[in-house]
């Protein structure tokens, strides 16, 4: 497993990967809650958090804030013992029997719109930004739309066209680390923006799901903010926050 790892930890570690195994949970998959699982095999939550915190690391589940933990890759590949999870759009574009496709609909480059913004990404207010507009299928029917922030100073330049294959495996790829952690925040909105409306194939006043999320490197490093507007009738909200 880890070294270091105490007895009630390890006991809280193969409960969770039974669990799994056992019900035939997948990526994306919810799991118990921390007090649910202290409860069943008698543990305090501490002890779930910090067991729970091992499986993270290892890519085995996957935290979401404000909506508890799921299942991540279960999985460990023959290639430098790396877990590998098909990323939850293509995920759950394929259980609909869908081709998960990614459309770039604009690019520009502009100031850091926000203080909040630059301080998300730890750059000046000055500095500038690429901001990509990214359209998410499922074959031809729009689920989301991205509007992604990248630094500038990270990305000298991009393909643009590679982002429409995977925007992690790019950013990974340029920057030479992993994207490790996703911090999002979700809220319910009332879309009302024309051009959103338009692309999403949605009428004024639907009810759509705005994730709003810091992606980090492997070293801590934020590399992107994301806004996605989500239509959760066809992509339910079960993403990766760890990945490999």
Same mark, same amino acid.
């Given at each position: 497993?880890?070294d ?5 930890q390890k006991?809280?570690?193969d409960?969770?990967?039974n669990?799994?195994k056992?019900?035939?949970l997948?990526? $994306? ?6 007090? @649910? =699982?202290? &409860? ?5 939550? !501490? ?8 499986l ?6 996957y ?6 933990i799921?299942?991540?890759?279960t999985?460990i590949?023959?290639q430098?013992?790396?877990y590998?999870?098909l ?12 081709? $998960?496709v990614?459309k770039?609909?604009s690019? @520009? =480059?502009? &100031?850091v719109p926000?203080?909040?913004? !630059?301080?998300?990404?730890?750059i000046k ?8 507009l990214?359209l998410?299928?499922?074959d031809?029917i729009p689920?989301?739309l991205?509007?992604i ?9 991009l393909?643009?066209?590679k982002?429409?294959?995977?925007k ?5 790829e ?10 999002q ?7 009302t923006d024309?051009?959103?409306l ?7 006043g ?9 992606v ?5 490093v ?7 507007i989500i ?11 760890q990945?490999p």
């Amino acid at each position: 497993m880890v070294d270091g790892i105490t007895e009630k930890q390890k006991e809280v570690v193969d409960y969770i990967l039974n669990k799994i195994k056992d019900d035939g949970l997948r990526p $994306g998959e919810k799991l118990d809650t921390e007090i @649910s =699982i202290a &409860k069943s095999i008698g543990i305090t939550r !501490a002890t779930v958090r910090e067991a729970t915190r091992i499986l993270v690391e290892q890519q085995r589940i996957y935290r979401v804030k404000g909506s508890g933990i799921f299942v991540g890759s279960t999985e460990i590949s023959s290639q430098a013992h790396r877990y590998h999870v098909l990323s939850p759009f293509d995920f759950q574009a394929q259980r609909k029997g869908h081709k $998960g496709v990614r459309k770039i609909i604009s690019v @520009s =480059i502009i &100031k850091v719109p926000s203080a909040d913004m !630059a301080q998300a990404l730890r750059i000046k207010n000055s500095d500038q930004i690429y901001k990509i507009l990214r359209l998410m299928c499922f074959d031809d029917i729009p689920v989301a739309l991205e509007h992604i922030h990248l630094p500038v100073n990270m990305f000298n330049s991009l393909e643009f066209s590679k982002l429409e294959v995977s925007k992690y495996a790019y950013i990974e790829e340029v920057t030479g680390k992993k994207v490790q952690l996703r911090d999002q925040h979700l809220t319910a909105v009332n879309l009302t923006d024309s051009q959103t409306l338009t692309l999403l194939n949605l009428a004024a006043g639907d009810a759509v799901i705005q994730l709003n999320e810091t992606v980090f490197l492997d070293d801590g490093v934020p590399c992107e903010v994301n806004v996605a507007i989500i239509n959760t009738r066809y992509f339910p909200l079960k993403q990766n926050s760890q990945r490999p």
